[in-house]
């Protein structure tokens, strides 16, 4: 438990003083941690091309910054220096689901607002640079002890020509010096610097947070693909314009008005949230099952004690709708019961032995088993 330490707040305690608003440290909040991967590990999945991974040297004031993006090979890392290093590869969970397990632990928050597990493994004085991240990140000590340096106020110019968002001048207003077991919360805006005092691991786990340019990309290409083109622009009734060429108030306000009815009333704007939310930065997408299963051999697979487990590269989210809900799955759409809803996006997903139940239940599992969204654990 995260939360759980002499003095730690509790999760509604965080929810309310902390999230989204100060940094928070925890020491101790896995204590004893051990990670399950290890630096060869991370180099392993460095070199795969499936993997995003990035290889980061530079120091802080010099801002002698090098950016490559992998997949790496043996030589790049032995060609690298004794220090100011660090290797970082995204969605570690996806790529190695075991460490899901510590994703769970953040059940306090919304399961779609988490984005992925991010490693970074670093030399001594290894960092990415002053910056400022848009997104909340809880940055897990796993090995190895870092230095972090935060400020709410600074100077927000970047270094320039350079490929990493880099402050060009930090000032700290308070530093920690994490141990592994320890994390540190950061919310969005608060400009940070994590420097590796020894060869170590940081575990990050950060959030989603799309923008407003995010949503309405996307809202406008589901539009297009589902809904033709939705409302056309209407003035009807308007009085005689008296100056040439000015979009007038009115207009503006009937502008306004279309982009609101889109989020209200003119699509079903519940459908394309939670199409969104449940596909956005999702790198690569589950693909429907070679082999179709039917509801017969999934009810003797799971008697056989077979579990049934979310594909890594599946999110899944679920809203109501009416009496019921709308489960979605990457992006695709099934109607359930909301019970049932919820139950499909707990890991493992566990079915109840009600058999007033079982035939709807086994039917929906069945079709996301054989879209790719869940697959049978035997
Ligand atoms: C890192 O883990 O090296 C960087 C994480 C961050 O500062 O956001
Ligand atoms: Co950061």
Not at 80 to 106: A, G, I, R
Not at 120 to 134: I, K, R, W
Request: proline share 8%.
């Amino acid at each position: 438990m995260i939360f759980s330490g002499n003095g730690s707040p509790t999760p509604s305690e965080f929810l309310r003083e902390y999230w989204q608003k100060k940094p928070l440290l925890i020491r101790q909040a896995f204590p004893g941690f051990i990670p399950e991967l290890d630096a060869d590990d991370i180099a392993g999945l460095a070199s795969d091309e499936l993997a995003e991974s990035r290889l980061v040297t530079g120091s802080f004031p010099e801002h002698d910054w090098n950016l490559r993006y992998g997949p790496f090979t043996e030589t790049d890392f032995a060609s690298l220096p004794e220090s100011n290093w660090t290797l970082l590869v995204q969605d570690v969970e996806k790529h190695y689901p075991p460490v899901h397990s510590l994703l769970d632990e953040f059940s306090f928050l919304p399961s779609w607002r988490i984005d992925d597990l991010m490693v970074s493994v670093a030399g001594p004085g290894g960092s990415v640079g002053p910056h400022v991240d848009q997104y909340d990140a809880f940055l897990l000590q796993a090995e190895g002890t870092r230095r972090w340096q935060f400020t709410v106020t600074f100077d927000p110019a970047l270094v320039p020509d350079c490929e990493l968002n880099v402050l060009q001048s930090f000032t700290p207003e308070q530093e920690w010096v994490l141990e592994p077991g320890d994390m540190l919360y950061l919310p969005p805006g608060v400009a940070h610097h994590g420097v590796a005092l020894d060869q170590g691991m940081t575990w990050s786990i950060g959030m989603r947070a799309p923008s407003t340019a995010d949503l309405l990309q996307a809202l406008g290409d589901w539009l297009a693909q589902n809904r033709a083109e939705g409302q056309r622009y209407q003035d009807s009734g308007m009085p005689l314009p008296h100056r040439t060429g000015e979009i007038d108030a009115a207009a503006i306000e009937r502008f306004c008005r279309m982009l609101g009815n889109v989020a209200h009333d003119g699509v079903d704007f519940r459908s394309f949230l939670g199409s969104f939310l449940s596909h956005d930065r999702l790198v690569h997408e589950p693909a429907p099952a070679v082999k179709q299963l039917d509801v017969q051999a999934l009810a003797k697979a799971l008697e056989q004690g077979a579990t049934i487990q979310h594909h890594p590269w599946t999110r899944l989210a679920w809203l109501k709708s009416g009496p019921g809900a709308i489960l979605f799955a990457a992006g695709d759409e099934y109607s359930c019961p909301a019970d049932l809803a919820e139950k499909i996006c707990t890991r493992p997903v566990k079915i109840t032995n009600n058999p007033d139940q079982a035939k709807q239940q086994l039917d929906l599992i069945c079709e996301l088993i054989n879209q790719g969204h869940l697959y049978l654990q035997l």
